[in-house]
């Protein structure tokens, strides 16, 4: 049997085996997920959790998938955090260094404490993306924040209000659609798909069972 650890989840006291991970360790107090978990694997950024420690005044966050329980640790989910998303029409926009400014005016008041930075569980240097937004700099921005998994951590810490997250995610449309070199490969096969040249194969596909068609994905050639 695993050791005990205590925690307190919304204030209340719990007992729970001190191998676990929050998430786990919150369903082990008796708690359904109904929001706040996903994939359990670190990918989805559904489980963002606040906490602090046992005799420490710092608040601390972290994905509660990814994090180990600790005795003492007081703890509350971010099932959701309510951003600002501007709307936009991605057709019409134009990559320019006026447009994220006129989308998120926030990003202008960003202080450069890089607290959003600190705290982004995928490490991303997120406060170096925000400055690149200031710029207009589409393609840092893309390169810089491609392994956001939109948690929300960076715009809970951040004291300038800027949702950090949104700002990076219109930011990778405007570059896909009107910046980046548009693959060529993609555009011959989808014309190769238009005239029909695929018909067999795909026929064969739609022939197959389920156990067959796993069988095939799992075979399949990976691009290295
Ligand atoms: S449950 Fe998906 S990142 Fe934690």
Redesign the pocket.
């Known amino acids: 049997m695993a050791k005990l650890a205590t925690i307190y989840i919304m204030g209340k006291e719990y007992k729970v085996p001190s191998t676990l991970t929050i998430?786990q360790a919150i369903e082990a107090s008796g708690f359904l997920f109904i929001r706040g978990?996903?994939?359990?694997?670190?990918?989805?950024?559904?489980?963002s959790t606040v906490y602090r420690t046992k005799d420490s005044y710092k608040l601390k966050v972290a994905?509660?998938?990814?994090t180990k329980i600790e005795d003492g640790m007081f703890l509350a989910q971010i099932p959701f955090y309510p951003g600002n998303k501007a709307t936009h029409n991605l057709s019409q926009i134009k990559p320019t260094t006026e447009t994220l400014c006129a989308l998120y005016p926030e990003i202008m008041r960003c202080i450069s404490c890089g607290s959003c930075t600190k705290v982004c569980p995928q490490d991303i240097k997120v406060m170096d993306y925000v400055n690149a937004a200031i710029r207009g700099d589409y393609k840092k921005i893309a390169e810089l924040s491609f392994d956001c998994?939109m948690?929300g951590l960076c715009a809970t810490r951040c004291p300038a209000e800027i949702v950090q997250y949104n700002v990076a995610l219109v930011a990778r449309r405007i570059y896909g659609a009107h910046v980046m070199k548009k693959a060529q490969h993609v555009d011959k096969r989808l014309d190769q798909m238009k005239e029909n040249q695929f018909a067999s194969e795909i026929e064969e596909l739609m022939k197959s069972s389920v156990d067959q068609l796993k069988e095939r994905y799992t075979k399949r050639d990976m691009e290295k």
């Open positions: 998430l978990c996903g994939c359990r694997g670190g990918f989805c950024g559904a489980c994905l509660a998938c990814q998994i948690c």
